[in-house]
């Protein structure tokens, strides 16, 4: 059963750093991985998706990487500002068709 | 265009109530889901839908059902709530075969006593 796990749980950093949050699963046979964000009572957006076949994804400040063969998924964020404070989930696809697994998530505070 | 939207926002009921949440996208796309998102838990599928007139279970599907009638709706009922129900729920849509992005609706929190 595939299994995906978000650490730290919560990260908070000053406005300005870079940050990296991490994503990692046990099945390294996935599909496809896809980043989202959710804002506190609010439903998730996504970020970015990364197909099986790809190292990286790009989007503004966000930087998405997938490492299938260690079963690891990285979402830069450069320059962060207090707006990018929400909690940040992944997601892995097995196969084409089948059902999302998510992360718990990371919750991300930038502190102006 | 108003994406992935979902009624109602807030809902009390009592134990062995019924009721339906209502999810509606615009984009004219063929999946749509039904997740619960628990603190512990994250997110976990409860049906899906790959079509107009079909449904499927997912991950936690006991003690729900769904309907797909519409290509644009897709119904959430409780038939007999239970404390365990209570939770958010998000709908979500993606384009044809699953395989994009999803787009979630803002969610409905539940709340059964």
């Known amino acids: 059963k595939q299994e995906v796990t978000q650490i730290p749980a919560a990260l908070s950093v000053p406005e300005g750093e870079n940050l990296v949050l991490n994503c990692s699963f046990t099945?390294?046979?996935?599909?496809?991985l896809q980043w989202f964000r959710q804002d506190p009572g609010k439903g998730l957006t996504s970020l970015l998706l990364i197909q099986s076949s790809q190292r990286e994804q790009t989007s503004g400040r966000l930087n998405a990487s997938l490492d299938k063969s260690s079963g690891r998924s990285t979402l830069y964020i450069a320059a962060s500002q207090p707006g990018d404070s929400a909690t940040y989930l992944c997601?892995?696809?097995?196969?084409?068709?089948?059902?999302?697994?998510f992360g718990e998530g990371t919750q991300l505070t930038v502190n102006p | 265009n108003a994406g992935v939207t979902q009624t109602p926002k807030f809902r009390v009921l009592k134990t062995g109530q019924s009721m339906t949440l209502l999810c509606a996208q615009d984009?004219?796309?063929?999946?749509m889901y039904w997740y619960r998102q628990d603190p512990g838990m994250g997110l976990r599928l409860i049906h899906y839908?790959?079509?107009?007139?079909?449904?499927a279970k997912g991950e936690v599907p006991d003690g729900y059902n769904v309907s797909r009638l519409k290509k644009q709706n897709f119904l959430l009922g409780l038939e007999s709530a239970a404390p365990s129900q209570t939770s958010v729920y998000f709908c979500?849509?993606?384009?044809?075969?699953?395989?994009?992005?999803?787009?979630f609706g803002p969610g409905t929190r539940l709340t059964v006593t």
């Open positions: 839908s790959v079509g107009e007139g079909t449904t």
């Open positions: 979500a849509s993606s384009p044809d075969r699953g395989n994009y992005e999803q787009y």
């Open positions: 984009m004219n796309h063929e999946y």
């Open positions: 997601a892995v696809r097995a196969t084409s068709g089948s059902r999302l697994t």
């Open positions: 099945d390294s046979a996935i599909y496809n």
